[in-house]
């Protein structure tokens, strides 16, 4: 038992090119199938050669094929084959989309020199983490040492000008910096090991 004609299966011999153009000016729907299985490998491969990308080469293949459905008024048998002018349209959409990628490169390179990062943004967040990070653990702090190491690393003062400052004796002030820094050095190391970890 064979299966029941169909308007998409291809007949066992293929009308002419004259009797194909005349039927897809008839409108036949049927004669569309048989131009895009008779012409659209050719299609493709000069769309393929002239864009050297075969997703951009099958999009123009369908191009073509719709173009052609839509512009069959402007067939004219008398000026060339219809062969002809389908490659005519190929070369069409072709140049098409070499301008719409051309068009797309120039908007990238206009919207990357429009786009202008800071430099070293990685540097520089590392930087804010890690100084959020020293800050959380100076916090944690007894008062005394908080204020000494304050003082040496935000206001740049020497231990002799902390001790006029607070009005505390120098050795005080060096006894403050030593342990500050020791519990701070140790916070650090345990909160940049649990920082790797992660």
């Not at 005349?22 to 299609?43: I, K």
């Not at 393929?48 to 123009?60: I, Y």
């Not at 100084?131 to 100076?138: D, H, I, N, T, Y």
């Amino acid at each position: 038992m064979s299966a029941p004609p169909s308007a998409w299966t291809l007949p066992e011999v293929a009308p002419g090119e004259e009797e194909l153009a005349r039927g897809l000016l008839a409108g036949d729907e049927a004669c569309l199938t048989l131009a895009y299985h008779r012409w659209s490998p050719l299609v493709h491969t000069l769309a393929r050669r002239s864009l050297g990308d075969p997703n951009e080469a099958e999009d123009v293949t369908q191009q073509v094929f719709i173009g052609l459905w839509r512009g069959l008024r402007g067939y004219r048998p008398e000026r060339g084959t219809l062969g002809g002018w389908i490659v005519g349209i190929t070369r069409r959409k072709v140049a098409d989309a070499l301008r719409a990628r051309s068009r797309r490169f120039d908007l990238a390179v206009r919207a990357d020199a429009r786009v202008v990062l800071p430099p070293h943004t990685e540097d520089r967040t590392e930087a804010t983490v890690d100084g959020l990070v020293v800050r959380a653990e100076l916090a944690k702090l007894p008062s005394a040492q908080q204020r000494v190491l304050r003082l040496t690393f935000y206001e740049d003062l020497s231990q002799i000008q902390i001790a006029e400052r607070t009005g505390w004796p120098l050795g005080t002030v060096k006894s403050h910096a030593r342990r500050g820094m020791h519990r701070l050095r140790r916070g650090l190391e345990f909160a940049f090991d649990a920082e790797t970890v992660r």
